[in-house]
């Protein structure tokens, strides 16, 4: 779908029309190669299939500033010196961005669209100022909501947790803001909430009553899933897992780990998980194995499209070019049927050293190319009969009559003695992996 171009009262990046598929032979740097949103593959188009969103932190607040320095790039929408200016300016640059791009969504935190004000009602009443012209801009663009979410991580009361935090006065703003930020994804018509637990963790486990926090996070999710559910929220609610950073033990450690507490505490069926590349490898774990083990549970939402660096053990959000990660990764994705309400937002911020403007541009071109090559080719791979029959066959064994017996739970462990008893050793069975692996270069790169 073509959507119109915003421009604001400033154009805030001039040298750059709409980005064109220009094609694989193209070299301009400003044109997708790969992604053509109405090409299909298999059934949907690829826009339909990959629900490109962009984030409002990195993208238009992230200036570059690390622990060691500040930021490199000075836009022209932060420069105001009222912040509600700067607020409504970024607004307009974020409108350009996502309609010169040809994304169909974003993402924010409700610290992003608007500051926070002096009291709880002057940070609603600034967050509702913007939501209503966010959504003048989504009419007029068709550009929507992926999910929006509340920064409870950055305000120095979170320091000791948000929903976690020992003290009952904490955990009430964070409520407020929760609360606030549910209504203006319902009044911009979210299709998901995203908690990213940021400070729910701990630091030192002799000041920190683990029992008790973990049950106040399950209570103040329930809560938050109520009142979404009682102003009209009809979407996903989302936990983003992470293990580390910025506490040194986060309770959504992984997506194992956060599928098994909204078991625990019936929560299920409202939430699923919004699974980031960089917090997979973070956990120790490859982001296809997080995808998988959501999607097992069915329980995969949205994606968080980034990646790490190899050589560290950072959040450094870099924009997904590794074509393995992203292929993996859409195998996982069209292998359970797509992402339903979800989407692949990037959650992934320039370089410091990439100043340019145009900068911005280049970087979600590349990740979106990266991800519509993936899509293709994960299509592709999930269709291969040899790659299916190598994995049936290591569980053939299981399509015997005794194997669908065990599988609907009708065998004990002692029949299962009995029948070792009665075959004798098992015949090894090669897991082939060198095969598969081969198997998937040659369909990758054979041409
Ligand atoms: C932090 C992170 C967040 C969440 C939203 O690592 O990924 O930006 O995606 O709060
Ligand atoms: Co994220």
Redesign the pocket.
């Known amino acids: 779908m073509q959507r119109p171009v915003f421009k604001g009262d400033i154009e805030y990046f001039p040298n750059v029309e709409r980005i064109p598929f220009e094609g694989p032979g193209s070299d301009n740097p400003l044109a997708f190669k790969a992604y053509n949103p109405n090409q299909m593959v298999g059934e949907q188009t690829m826009e339909a299939h990959l629900r490109f969103a962009v ?1 409002y ?2 993208t238009f607040h992230g200036t570059g500033a690390d622990p060691f320095g500040p930021g490199t790039r000075d836009y022209v929408w932060n420069r105001h010196a009222d912040s509600m200016d700067a607020a409504r300016a970024r607004l307009d640059a974020a409108f350009e961005f996502f309609t010169k791009l040809g994304v169909p969504y974003y ?1 924010f ?1 409700d610290r992003d669209l608007a500051p926070a004000g002096a009291s709880v009602s002057e940070s609603e009443h600034n967050l509702q100022v913007l939501t209503d012209l966010a959504k003048e801009r989504q009419q007029m663009t068709g550009i929507k909501l992926l999910w929006g ?3 409870m ?1 950055s305000d120095p009361r979170y320091m000791n947790g948000a929903a976690t935090n020992p003290d009952l006065l904490v955990v009430s703003h964070a409520a407020a803001q929760v609360k606030a930020a549910l209504e203006a994804t319902v009044a911009l018509g979210g299709e998901n909430y ?3 637990g ?1 400070r729910e963790g701990y630091a030192c486990l002799n000041n920190t009553d683990t029992r008790r926090e973990l049950e106040h996070f399950a209570r103040f999710l329930t809560m938050a899933r109520d009142y979404g559910r009682s102003i009209g929220f009809k979407g996903v609610f989302l936990i ?1 897992p ?1 293990p580390m ?1 910025p506490m040194f033990h986060q309770y959504d450690f992984d997506a194992q780990t956060v599928i098994g507490f909204l078991r625990h505490h019936d929560l299920d069926r409202d939430f699923k998980l ?1 699974i ?1 590349a ?2 997979a490898t973070l956990a120790g774990h490859t982001f296809a194995h997080e995808l998988q083990m959501c999607a097992d549970a069915g329980m995969l939402g949205s994606i ?1 499209a ?1 990646r790490g660096n190899a050589q560290n053990g950072w ?1 450094t ?1 870099q924009f997904p070019t590794d074509m393995n990660d992203c292929i993996a990764a859409m195998q996982v994705v069209l292998a359970q049927g797509g992402l339903g309400r979800g989407g692949l ?1 990037f ?1 992934a911020k320039l370089r410091r050293e990439s100043t340019d403007l145009e900068d911005l541009f280049i970087a979600h071109i590349g990740a979106m190319d990266a991800f519509a090559r993936a899509l293709v080719l994960a299509h592709k791979l999930n269709h291969d009969s040899t790659l299916q029959q190598l994995r049936e066959q290591r569980y053939a064994s299981f399509e015997t009559a005794m194997g669908r017996e065990f599988e609907a739970g009708r065998l004990s462990l002692a029949d299962l003695r009995d029948h070792a008893a009665k075959m004798g050793e098992a015949t090894p069975s090669s897991g082939k992996q060198e095969w598969v692996e081969n198997r998937i270069n040659d369909l990758v790169f054979g041409g």
């Open positions: 984030c932190w990195h993402c935190h979410t509340a920064n991580f995203v908690f990213w940021g983003e992470k950073e919004n980031e960089n917090h968080d980034n959040d959000d937002n959650d």
